[in-house]
């Protein structure tokens, strides 16, 4: 695997593969890796005949400098776990190298970019499409893969790549979950043993959500219900069935300093 940090050095090490006409799948990521990223990697290796994988801490995206000051970082440690994933390129830039003196360019996603997630972070997903369309074109992937887990950046990604035409597929990879149900995400480290013991209210309430919508009853009324016990110990910031496709009911909450989300499609069993 070859760490690459400049946009000049990942065109000429992709010029080749890309004249043999070989497939070239992105992994789009902030670092820190999990088994999360493993799946997506390894269903990007499955798929492709290179497998790039960015790994850039996108400061834009972070709501407050001090979310953005505790994010989780290990370049050498990631580099090791993307190796042995089978990744064949690390592009792992600097902030000046993707963001130089006079940027002054934004995609915006428009309506879907303003609620749940984005009702709750302005120009969060703003920064996410502008970095991910940067991505796209340095990269020019014929595939690039999504975790479920950011169901809304998903949808936001698949609007951004239909609405301009961008030639890069987009997969998404089911959530990986912890054996106690919690969702794989780089904060789960923030959590204290106290306080993961609150979290797993959430994936609770989800499954229970889901399954009162198969019986035909309300699923955010369902998941309140759950997450109602929990409150003082945990802040609930939006319980919603958010109309993606597939339709998918989404929540966030807040443990000690932590926001979690996750997600579950309405129709999963
Ligand atoms: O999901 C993430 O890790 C980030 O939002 C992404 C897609 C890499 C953009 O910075």
């Not at 670092?31 to 799946?39: I, N, V, Y």
């Not at 306080?195 to 209210?201: F, G, H, K, Q, S």
Request: glycine content about 8%; charged content about 25%.
């Amino acid at each position: 695997m070859r760490t690459v940090r400049t946009v000049a050095e990942m065109r000429e090490a992709l010029a080749r593969p890309r004249r043999r006409g070989e497939r070239i799948g992105l992994v789009p990521t902030m670092g820190a890796f999990h088994d999360g990223h493993r799946a997506l990697m390894r269903a990007a290796r499955e798929a492709s005949d290179v497998v790039v994988v960015s790994l850039f801490v996108n400061p834009s995206q972070f709501t407050t400098a001090d979310d953005l000051n505790r994010y989780p970082r290990g370049e050498a440690k990631d580099a090791v776990a993307a190796e042995a994933a089978g990744v064949d390129l690390l592009f792992a830039p600097s902030v000046e190298e993707l963001y130089p003196d006079g940027f002054d360019t934004s995609v915006d996603p428009g309506e879907l970019a303003t609620v749940l997630e984005g009702a709750s972070r302005p120009g969060h997903f703003r920064a996410v499409a502008t970095v991910c369309t940067k991505l796209f074109s340095i990269v020019q992937p014929q595939l690039a893969w999504f975790g479920q887990k950011d169901a809304q950046q998903l949808a936001v990604i698949r609007g951004v790549v239909g609405d301009l035409n961008l030639p890069v597929e987009i997969v998404a990879v089911p959530t990986v979950r912890d054996r106690d149900g919690l969702a794989l995400s780089s904060r789960n480290a923030f959590l204290s043993a106290a306080e993961r013991d609150v979290a797993l209210a959430l994936p609770r309430a989800l499954r229970a959500g889901v399954e009162a919508h198969r019986n035909g009853d309300d699923p955010v009324v369902a998941a309140r219900r759950i997450l109602e016990p929990a409150e003082g110990d945990l802040t609930v910031e939006y319980v919603q069935v958010a109309h993606f496709d597939p339709p998918t009911l989404a929540a966030a909450v807040r443990v000690g300093t932590t926001r979690l989300i996750d997600n579950i499609p309405l129709g999963a069993h």
